[in-house]
T-cell receptor, first 115, second 113 residues
Framework: DAGVTQSPTHLIKTRGQQVTLRCSPK?????VSWYQQALGQGPQFIFQ???????QRGNFPDRFSGHQFPNYSSELNVNALLLGDSALYLC??????????????FGPGTRLTVT | AQTVTQSQPEMSVQEAETVTLSCTYD???????LFWYKQPPSRQMILVIR??????QNATENRFSVNFQKAAKSFSLKISDSQLGDAAMYFC??????????FGTGTRLQVFP
């Protein structure tokens, strides 16, 4: 049973460029959440996708956008990259609607460096 | 707004000894979950233990246990019989389920042989 996978592992971009990160959820999961983890900090919630729609959003600018596909995989897009966008981007998947505790399973992350 | 605070940036412990990591949180909700996650150098966040706020009994998972003090909004993690493989960043986190996780800033745990 494959866990959460993310691609690419590492990425280097130039300030002002655009980037797309990808996430495939754990088999059977239908919900994907994205987190940004700056160096030396805890992860910060960006947004969550369920049924191909953004269900919740954290305190991130509109430069951060996402998408969920019918197979539940998801993309995170960041436009007009800033140096401060350099971080580890974590994807977490879960299954909505089962009742009780819902565990989020994390992927290994994508390390984005903006120069 | 909910917040999670970890006041110990780094902790160290000798192998086979016991260590306690501290966490405090703030919320006005009555129903919520608290978690401890481990993030080794491989970067993958691993759930160590969780506590439901409505449960008075402290959660235990093998060598890991918590001390949940709801009135004090305190949630500490005790690691017994520490092993070299326990060395990692540990994050305390809060959630109201189906909801985003709110993380603290983490505690780096070093384990010495």
């Amino acid at each position: 049973d494959a866990g959460v996978t993310q691609s690419p592992t590492h990425l280097i971009k130039t300030r002002g460029q655009q980037v797309t990160l990808r996430c495939s959820p754990k088999s059977g999961h239908d919900t994907v959440s994205w987190y940004q983890q700056a160096l030396g900090q805890g992860p910060q919630f960006i947004f969550q996708y369920y049924e191909e729609e953004e269900r919740q959003r954290g305190n991130f600018p509109d430069r951060f956008s996402g998408h969920q596909f019918p197979n539940y995989s998801s993309e995170l897009n960041v436009n007009a990259l800033l140096l401060g966008d350099s971080a580890l981007y974590l994807c977490a998947s879960s299954l909505t609607g089962t009742g009780g505790f819902i565990e989020q399973y994390f992927g290994p992350g994508t390390r984005l460096t903006v120069t | 707004a909910q917040t999670v605070t970890q006041s110990q940036p780094e902790m160290s412990v000798q192998e086979a000894e016991t260590v306690t990591l501290s966490c405090t949180y703030d919320t006005s909700e009555s129903d919520y979950y608290l978690f401890w996650y481990k993030q080794p150098p491989s970067r993958q966040m691993i759930l160590v233990i969780r506590q439901e706020a409505y449960k008075q009994q402290n959660a235990t998972e093998n060598r890991f246990s918590v001390n949940f003090q709801k009135a004090a909004k305190s949630f500490s993690l005790k690691i017994s019989d520490s092993q070299l493989g326990d060395a990692a960043m540990y994050f305390c986190a809060y959630s109201t389920n189906t909801d985003k996780l709110i993380f603290g800033t983490g505690t780096r745990l070093q384990v010495f042989p």
